[in-house]
């Protein structure tokens, strides 16, 4: 497919739209030794972090139980704290003999996450939590209350080997993988914030019955390069409770820069989660400077696996596209993009616009809103349902593309250490 816009090749128009690209403002590309963009998918070893009951499966939870001397039927009463009154603290589990809480809840629900700090924003509707993992590694998740859900956005990573440029996170690389029980304890240590009251917005007093609707793999991480880990977390949070999180596989979004193959093998698994890809441009001449990962992946490849995600699975698909001034948001990509879609197929996908979120040093801006309008009128007109993603927490660094850990957050969590 030709990628010259329709008015280019009809010598329209009379004046030239300005086009930014990463690397005429100044970015360069890291290489690999081979030449092509560096792209780190190993994590790097690090020691492992220990292993939690939400690492193990329910017959693996009570074989580890009976390792400890104690009896199997154990495992399900810590889950049961675990996953439904979200606690790992003894002294709560009165229904465990006092003389086994101790060692059992050593043995099984080792901390995870120490919490580093937790800025709010939006009246108190917005928290972002910053967490010191085992070895000192640092992640983030943050907690947003909208109207009938209470959204958490989780990390899968600590830092991300992707490299995109305007993603704070990506630009300080691969710290990680995180462990499947890391994950989880976010929900889990949210649930156990919003239970005690701790999340804003709600009028009445009583917060008992509340919990985390929605998850979305959109804080630090491309979570389809931890493939195994996250889907083992997936399976967790759907999981009925008491073994699990009881949640709804289509509140949980996993979001990817297109790694088509693991794109591929997730529509296999019959989760069906929401899928969402982050395109950013529609042409592979600029997406292979936004997404390094499109050195592997083309566009279309990406767009095909997208389609095939929805054909597997029956759900409909988001396209991720962070409008950048001058960048890629210009009028002709809007159609070129709306093209490649509809190429595929009707009602099968929809867009997902969102204004960049300013990272620390970065040259680029977001869109004029004029040039948003335009940009999300045009996909629509052409028949595909697009909406304006609201973006919260900017104000404390919790936005997309906004998570990575500062020198600031460094030293409290060495402070704390
Ligand atoms: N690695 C995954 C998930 C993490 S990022 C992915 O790339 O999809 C979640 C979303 O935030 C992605 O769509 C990502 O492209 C977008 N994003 C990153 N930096 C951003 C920024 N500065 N402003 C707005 N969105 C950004």
Not at 156 to 163: D, E, I, V
Not at 201 to 228: C, Q, T, W
Not at 257 to 275: Q, R, S, W
Request: hydrophobic share 40%; with cysteine.
């Amino acid at each position: 497919m030709s990628e010259t816009p329709a008015s280019a090749r009809s010598g329209a128009p009379a004046t030239r739209a300005a086009q930014v690209r990463p690397a005429t403002e100044g970015w360069t590309q890291k290489k690999d030794a081979e030449g092509r963009p560096l792209l780190q998918f190993a994590s790097p070893k690090r020691g492992k972090p220990p292993v939690h009951l939400a690492d193990l499966t329910p017959p693996e939870r009570i074989e580890k139980v009976k390792e400890l001397g104690l009896p199997g039927f154990r495992a399900k009463q810590l889950a049961t704290h675990y996953f439904t009154h979200y606690t790992s603290d003894p002294a709560h589990m009165t229904d465990l003999p006092a003389g086994q809480r101790d060692e059992l809840v050593a043995g099984m629900l080792p901390p995870l996450l120490t919490e580093v700090r937790r800025l709010e924003t939006d009246r108190g509707d917005t928290i972002k939590f910053l967490w010191r993992l085992h070895d000192g590694a640092l992640v983030e998740s943050v907690l947003m209350r909208y109207p009938g859900r209470i959204t958490l956005c989780v990390s899968s990573q600590a830092g991300c080997g992707m490299n995109c440029p305007f993603c704070a996170t990506g630009q300080a690389g691969l710290t990680r993988n995180m462990s499947t029980a890391e994950i989880v304890e976010q929900i889990v240590r949210a649930n156990r914030l919003i239970t005690e009251g701790g999340l804003g917005g709600k009028k009445a007093d009583d917060h008992s019955m509340e919990r985390v609707s929605n998850i979305v793999f959109m804080g630090m991480g491309e979570p389809l390069a931890n493939y195994k880990r996250v889907m083992d977390a997936v399976r967790v949070m759907v999981a009925p409770q008491p073994e699990g999180l009881g949640m709804s596989a289509r509140g949980i979004t996993v979001s990817t820069v297109g790694l088509v193959p693991a794109i591929n093998k997730l529509a296999d698994e019959d989760i069906p989660v929401t899928f969402a890809l982050s395109l950013h441009a529609p042409d592979d001449q600029l997406r292979d400077e936004l997404i390094p990962v499109n050195s592997r992946w083309k566009v279309d490849e990406a767009l095909d696996a997208a389609r095939r995600y929805f054909e597997k699975t029956g759900r409909r698909v988001s396209i991720e596209y962070a409008l950048i001034k001058d960048m890629n948001d210009h009028p002709w990509r809007a159609d070129l993009l709306a093209e490649k879609l509809n190429a595929r197929g009707r009602g099968w996908v929809h867009v997902n616009p969102i204004p960049l979120n300013p990272t620390p040093g970065s040259i680029w801006t977001a869109s004029d809103k004029d040039v948003q309008d335009e940009f999300v009128r045009r996909l629509n007109d052409a028949g595909i349902p697009t909406t304006l993603r609201d973006t919260r927490g900017k104000e404390i660094d919790g936005a997309c593309g906004q998570l990575v850990a500062t020198t600031e957050d460094e030293a409290a969590a060495a402070a704390m250490a």
